[in-house]
């Protein structure tokens, strides 16, 4: 199995910043893909950001120049800076990674437990 551990949300007021990490653990054996979701109540979770293990990172229009994602191939963990805040920014984050588990065929794709971050006016 793969776990995501996420953490870094939390309350912050409009224009602060937060910066949300997430750890892979388990039994990996490559990871492709690691990147942040968000989904708020009545809406579909949606892309924040993702980045590729050649480097090239995606952004929500949203988000482009505010946010910025990043990784750690080595520990197997993805950060996500989220600057300039603002209210509507607040949902659940969610780390979502695409690879594969040791002794097992085929891609897969793993989710985290989620972390809740709040934008206030």
């Known amino acids: 199995q793969v776990q995501l551990v996420e953490s870094g949300g939390g309350l912050v007021q409009a224009g602060g910043s937060l910066r949300l990490s997430c750890v892979a653990s388990?039994?990996?054996?490559?990871?492709?893909?690691m990147g942040w979701y968000r989904q708020d109540p009545g809406n579909e979770r949606e892309l924040v950001a993702a980045?590729?293990?050649?480097?090239?990172?995606n952004y929500a229009d949203s988000v482009k120049g505010r946010f910025t994602i990043s990784r750690d191939s080595g520990k197997n963990t993805v950060y996500l800076q989220m600057n300039s805040l603002k209210p509507e920014d607040t949902a659940v984050y969610y780390c979502?990674?695409?690879?594969?588990?040791?002794?097992?065929?085929?891609?897969?794709?793993?989710w985290g437990q989620g972390t809740q971050v709040t934008v206030s006016s």
């Open positions: 979502h990674v695409r690879g594969r588990e040791k002794d097992v065929i085929g891609v897969q794709y793993f």
């Open positions: 388990g039994s990996i054996f490559y990871i492709n893909t």
């Open positions: 980045t590729t293990d050649d480097g090239s990172t």
